[in-house]
């Protein structure tokens, strides 16, 4: 689990808006957009990857916070 | 971080054709996880898979791979397998395509205990044909092909494979992924038959007949009744009733098929001189 | 490349042996490099599975007694594409068994070698008994248009060769090859020479070069329609599947896809005929009658014309050991100018289908047809030549 973290859509095209990532996130920071995931409050990621791990997409990726 | 799967998959092929919600994806994410983990050659691993949801998975992975006959990817794999022992040989298979069609194999694969790594992607129905039941559809449940509701008993396919000969015998789910990639990590490393049961949520062809809800509420079902095994075994028997128990469930070292046979050409070569 | 058997193989010397037709697929198997068998026990081709079992791990080679005869039939596609020269035998049930299975092998296109000891079907039918009654299923039995081919023996000694020749056709053509024997050539024993590798044509299939990696299209078309193939664990990646797909090797639904797959698996085969197609004939030119026959009929029907051209009769005598491909335009040439082609077969008629198409009215055509267990003896087309003159 990193320390601290921040998700990023590596593969935006790929979601399906399945809701999963939203599910298993602990804090909030994903919400459901029209066609994709979308980033709505990415400074409360805490980095538990929980969405990134489970996404079946491929979409998130969670990143070292210092990370372009 | 977790470990970059990109690496392992054809991203030209990607997005993969899994409804919205299917747990297949995560599954096979965790199986690539596992698999960096184990730090395996990936120019020489094979992948094979049959027929329905679970068999388009190879299209997908970035090693050999192999999509053959509905039920018969085990069959194919051992071919693989016996031929150049060298290789990781992992099959990648349904409830359906593994526990029905290909069921006579996986038990015979498991006496082998040739080592090749079986991922069951168990679903509890045949997805790809719109949701006929399998044998891992549980009793009671209602399919296309069970409208007044399923007559027959499910296999527990752990104990199936376990009792046939496995060597190494693990159940997952979608809903863990961390214990998911740890049971790939070590099955990936077990010498001999390992099986990989991986329950995954089937929304559209399952749970909403069922009345399940949709993925995430699929997944809180997988939450509250796959528990780790060790929490599994502290429960009086009446409350195991609607638990499964999760982790790896088996691991036992026994002699591997290709090691065998390598002695049966050792003792070949020695009477010929 | 990996050969392991035959690269042993070829240390040995030729022999002389006294050999059942099973045992000579086996004698034969070794020489050509047959490094890997898979099969089911099944009546009467056991021995081939016995005699392989025996011989390959002495060789290096594998054998493994699978659960089924579908499993032994995936086994050899797996073992196939793995790099070996892979064999599996059975008789009339197993070949029904193995069907699905042997047409995955043809999309994928794995070289390899199914043997099928034919006995009286349908069905458990007469399990010891001969039959030529899979012919057709040879051609059909895996459903959908697709190419085969498929090689019978009359004699040991043939078995021998046209093992060889399987093996090497499967190689050459990236393909599944049938070899159809039956019961009679299958137990029946005979004297023969088994040749050493070094005197015998041994193909190996075309395999990509490392550098070839690359922009690897492992369904490319190819001048001759047959795509170089890697053995898995060379770093290709690639895919096959049963589905149809393109040059890379991945599913596409179209159908412009699905016809150029087709139309170039198909060419493979029709554009090398005269290479597949191998037949026998005693013909003088002046026969009024001809026997057309395969498989162990033809020895019958050898006896009888000789003796018919004793009692100076115009007979002659073709006998077919590549069933399939069909020698069409051969019989069309020969029914232009002959009476009548008589064509003795262990089966109801099949092979009798091909001979009135390709013949078109040109001859007579004329079937002795057993399908009883029993096998024609030359009395029998003796009868049938002096009918028909």
């Known amino acids: 689990m990193a320390k601290k973290g921040r998700v990023k859509l590596v593969k935006p095209d790929w979601c399906k808006t399945c809701g999963i990532c939203i599910e298993v996130c602990p804090v909030e920071v994903l919400e459901l957009g029209q066609d994709r995931i979308k980033i709505v409050y990415p400074e409360n990621c805490v980095g538990c990857e929980n969405c990134e791990l489970s996404c079946p997409d491929f979409v998130l990726k969670v990143v070292d916070e210092n990370e372009e | 971080m977790a470990e970059d799967i990109n690496r392992y998959l054809r991203q030209d092929k990607l997005p993969h054709i899994w409804c919205p919600g299917c747990g297949h994806g995560t599954i096979m994410a965790n199986m690539l996880r596992g698999f960096a983990r184990s730090r395996l050659d990936q120019d020489k691993t094979v992948v094979v898979s049959g027929i329905g949801c679970s068999g388009r998975a190879t299209g997908y992975l970035d090693f050999d791979t192999l999509h053959v006959t509905h039920g018969r990817a085990l069959t194919f794999a051992t071919g693989i397998k016996m031929a150049n022992p060298e290789l990781t040989v992992i099959v990648v298979t349904g409830d359906g395509d593994g526990a029905a069609i290909g069921g006579n194999h996986l038990i015979h694969a498991c006496r082998r205990n040739i080592d090749i790594k079986v991922v069951l992607f168990n679903n509890s129905i045949y997805g790809m044909t719109a949701g006929q039941f399998s044998p891992m559809t549980p009793t009671g449940a209602t399919a296309t092909t069970a409208p007044y509701g399923n007559i027959d008993q499910n296999f527990d396919l752990c104990e199936l494979t376990r009792s046939a000969g496995a060597t190494f015998v693990a159940r997952g789910a979608a809903q863990q992924p961390r214990q998911l990639i740890k049971i790939f990590e070590k099955g990936f490393a077990h010498r001999g038959l390992t099986f990989i049961e991986a329950i995954t949520q089937c929304p559209v062809n399952y749970g909403r007949r069922n009345k399940l809800g949709g993925a995430r509420d699929m997944l809180n079902w997988q939450k509250e009744h796959i528990i780790n095994q060790t929490k599994y075994e502290s429960l009086a028997a009446e409350e195991r009733q609607d638990k499964i128990p999760s982790g790896i469930l088996y691991q036992d070292k026994r002699e591997e098929y290709t090691e065998r046979y390598e002695k049966v050409i050792a003792s070949a070569r020695g009477s010929e001189n | ?389």
């Open chain 3, 1 to 389: 490349m990996k050969n392991k058997a035959g690269d042993k193989i070829k240390e040995n010397q030729a022999r002389i042996m006294l050999l059942q037709g099973d045992e000579a697929v086996v004698e034969g198997g070794l020489v050509a490099g047959a490094s890997f068998f898979a099969g089911y026990p099944i009546t009467p081709a056991s021995e081939i599975a016995e005699g392989f079992a025996e011989k390959l791990p002495a060789l290096g080679g594998k054998f493994i007694q699978m659960e089924d005869e579908i499993a032994s039939m995936g086994c050899v596609i797996g073992a196939s594409l793995a790099g070996e020269k892979a064999i599996t035998a059975t008789s009339g049930p197993g070949f029904s068994l193995k069907q699905e299975n042997l047409g995955l092998g043809i999309m994928v296109e794995a070289p390899c070698v199914v043997v099928n000891v034919q006995r009286v079907g349908p069905s458990t039918g007469l399990p010891t008994s001969p039959s030529q009654g899979d012919v057709m299923q040879a051609r059909w039995g895996t459903h959908g248009d697709h190419p085969i081919i498929a090689l019978s023996p009359s004699t040991v000694k043939e078995t021998i060769d046209l093992t060889i020749k399987s093996f090497n056709m499967a190689e050459k053509y990236r393909i599944p090859v049938i070899l159809l024997l039956d019961e009679i050539v299958g137990h029946m024993r005979e004297k023969v020479r088994i040749p050493s590798a070094a005197e015998v044509e041994i193909v190996e299939r075309k395999r990509p070069r490392p550098e070839d990696r690359e922009e690897f299209n492992p369904y490319q078309e190819t001048e001759d329609h047959i795509p170089p193939m890697p053995d898995y664990g060379q770093g290709f990646r690639y895919h096959s599947t049963g589905l149809f797909h393109d040059k890379t090797g991945f599913p596409r639904g179209k159908s412009e896809d699905a016809r150029l797959l087709m139309d170039r698996l198909m060419a493979k085969i029709d554009e090398n005929l005269d290479d597949i197609i191998l037949l026998e004939d005693d013909l003088k030119g002046d026969e009024e009658v001809v026997v057309l026959s395969y498989g162990s009929t033809a020895r019958s029907a050898i006896s009888a014309v000789t003796r018919a051209r004793q009692e100076g009769l115009k007979a002659g005598w073709v006998k077919l050991m590549t069933v399939w491909p069909f020698a069409e335009d051969y019989v069309a040439r020969l029914a232009d100018r002959v009476k009548e082609i008589v064509v003795p077969e262990l089966n109801r008629g099949q092979l009798i289908g091909e001979v009135e198409r390709a013949a078109c009215g040109q001859a007579g055509i004329s079937g002795i047809h057993r399908y009883d267990g029993t096998i024609i003896p030359p009395d029998e087309i003796l009868d049938k030549i002096k009918e028909v003159s």
